[in-house]
């Protein structure tokens, strides 16, 4: 029986700090551990999922993260030839699982990356929909540009499915919107490009390369039929291309925070993002 069955319900408005989650969490497993109805009946909970909030992700940190597998665990011989696999656990060997799709469009929060693939997994949909948006072949992509561009895919309806709620969300945290957004921006790659001026021809140029990587980034995860080896290979693509250091085909530079004018520095409100 793989249903899902709640044994805590609580309600949040995301002011708790990790130290209270993981209280929660613990006090959660314990339960589950000795009840009668819990483990003896339904088996041992072995991994903790969340959908990435920060403070949740500290508290899963703190739970699954503190002892390292060594001879002796009964995991050991399983992953002890897995040389880059992370080895840390919780007690009873449990682990932590994310949403990756809120990964997808999470806002910048380091000044430097080192990898293509750092950059979108960053906040790139955010980014996009900015003002600034981000520079490709020197190219500005923000959201007037792909506004102009979906509006070439003729199978979309997009009288029910406006393109100014794809580019302009009421809620940055929509991780569908977000998904939908890189899938769109996905299949722009397949319009013909006869007919285009020069300057068409090099944002359309822009635009594929930027389907190239959304389209890498999600194959693993909306394409179940891919095997292992596929899906890791796939997202691998946007950090094995070639890049000269001396001029990044992509730059992002992030949004820097600054004081408000009220609350003595209290308070920050974010200047739009700077592309270079």
């Given amino acids: 029986d793989y249903g899902a069955k709640p ?7 995301k002011t708790g700090g990790w130290r209270d989650m993981l209280e929660t969490m613990h006090s959660t497993l314990e339960a589950w551990k000795h009840s009668q109805d819990g483990e003896v009946k339904h088996g041992p ?36 030839n897995l040389p ?19 990964e997808d469009k999470r806002r910048f929060q380091d000044r430097t990356f080192s990898k293509i693939l750092t950059i979108f997994l960053a906040g790139i949909c955010t980014c996009l929909c900015s003002p600034a948006g981000v520079l490709i072949k020197n190219i500005c992509v923000n959201r007037d540009l792909l506004a102009v561009w979906l509006e070439r ?15 302009h969300p009421k809620d940055p945290q929509n991780v569908a919107r977000a998904i939908q957004l890189m899938s769109c921006i996905v299949e722009i790659r397949t319009l013909d490009k006869t007919g285009f001026d020069p300057t068409e021809e090099a944002e359309f140029e822009a635009l594929c ?3 190239e990587v959304f389209d890498a980034l999600l194959q693993p995860f909306i394409n179940p039929n891919l095997s292992l080896s596929q899906q890791i290979t796939s997202l691998c693509l946007p950090s094995l291309w070639p890049i000269p250091p001396e001029r990044p085909i992509i730059y992002v530079k992030p949004a820097v925070r600054r004081p408000s004018d009220h609350g003595q520095g209290r308070h920050y409100r974010d200047r739009p993002n700077e592309t270079t």
């Fill in 209 to 211: 390369l930027l389907s």
């Fill in 153 to 167: 895919l003729t199978n979309h309806d997009w009288s029910e499915n406006n393109i100014e709620n794809l580019l």
């Fill in 84 to 102: 880059g696999l992370d080895r840390r656990v919780g007690k009873d060997n449990i682990v932590m699982d994310m949403d990756y799709r809120h």
């Fill in 45 to 80: 909970i072995f991994t903790v999922a969340s959908d990435g909030a920060y403070a949740r992700r500290i508290a899963l940190f703190m739970l699954c993260m503190h002892t390292e597998i060594r001879e002796g665990n009964p995991l050991y011989p399983l992953i002890c």
């Fill in 7 to 13: 044994v805590l319900v609580a309600p949040s408005c």
